[in-house]
């Protein structure tokens, strides 16, 4: 793996679980909005189902980038165990 691929899943890493994290609390935010009634309840939910889908997105980002790092830190231990 090229030390930039490994610099862009690192960032990749660090920078979803935040992301996904704030739009998580950006979905219950907007459900208690339209629970409240504070807002009407076809613009919580367009918000809603907006940073749901963001949340899903940077949490699927954040599993692909843990699973790649940790597949290529395996194939490194696995060369080093062969050449001993």
Same mark, same amino acid.
Request: glycine share 8%.
């Given at each position: 793996? &090229?030390?930039?691929?490994? +610099?862009?899943? =690192? $960032?990749? @890493?660090? +920078? /979803?679980?935040?992301?996904?994290?704030? /739009?998580? $609390? &950006?979905?219950?935010?907007?459900?208690? @909005?339209?629970? &409240?009634?504070? =807002?009407?309840?076809?613009? %919580?939910?367009? =918000?809603?189902y907006?940073?749901?889908? *963001?949340? !899903?997105?940077?949490?699927? *980002?954040? !599993?692909?980038?843990? !699973? &790649? *790092? +940790?597949?290529?830190? #395996?194939?490194?231990?696995?060369?080093?165990? #062969? %050449? +001993?």
């Amino acid at each position: 793996m &090229s030390k930039r691929r490994k +610099i862009f899943l =690192w $960032l990749g @890493l660090l +920078i /979803s679980l935040p992301a996904g994290g704030y /739009s998580g $609390l &950006s979905v219950v935010f907007y459900a208690w @909005l339209d629970a &409240s009634q504070q =807002w009407p309840t076809e613009k %919580a939910a367009v =918000w809603g189902y907006g940073f749901f889908a *963001l949340t !899903v997105l940077f949490m699927a *980002l954040f !599993v692909y980038c843990l !699973v &790649s *790092l +940790i597949k290529e830190a #395996n194939r490194q231990y696995k060369v080093e165990q #062969n %050449a +001993i």
